[in-house]
């Protein structure tokens, strides 16, 4: 069992920056693929970024290339998202996931997850 503890989500205007975190619990964190979603009123859950097990591995929605960063510290259960350029799109509530992986594998889709935490709110105004 992974639990995850996100923070740093706030109010902001947009062109700010913003850096998520997600604290896990448990020893084999470095075993984990983890993942940021976002879910919008009224959207679906969408992908922002991935990184894999040691963190060698990284993938981002187009939405977010070039203006996110995804990193880890496995010696610290932590994970991150450094997020700049924002925008009023940015909006949404963000989650934390995790899934044991054998490889370095960079998971990308809400359904190859299965640990997630409760969330945390980023707002963007104009």
């Known amino acids: 069992q992974v639990q995850l503890v996100e923070s740093g989500g706030g109010f902001l205007q947009a062109g700010g920056s913003l850096r998520l975190s997600c604290a896990a619990s448990?020893?084999?964190?470095?075993?984990?693929?983890m993942g940021w979603f976002r879910q919008a009123p009224g959207k679906e859950r969408e992908f922002v970024a991935g990184?894999?097990?040691?963190?060698?591995?990284?993938s981002y929605a187009d939405s977010v290339k070039g203006r996110f960063t995804i990193s880890r510290e496995n010696a610290k259960n932590m994970v991150n998202l450094q997020m700049s350029s924002l925008i009023p799109e940015d909006t949404a509530v963000y989650y934390c996931?995790?899934?044991?992986?054998?490889?370095?594998?960079?998971?990308?889709?809400?359904?190859?997850?299965?640990?997630w935490g409760q969330g945390t709110q980023v707002t963007v105004s104009s």
């Open positions: 448990g020893r084999t964190f470095s075993t984990y693929a």
């Open positions: 996931a995790a899934r044991h992986a054998q490889s370095a594998t960079v998971m990308t889709t809400s359904t190859d997850y299965v640990y």
């Open positions: 990184i894999s097990r040691g963190g060698t591995r990284t």
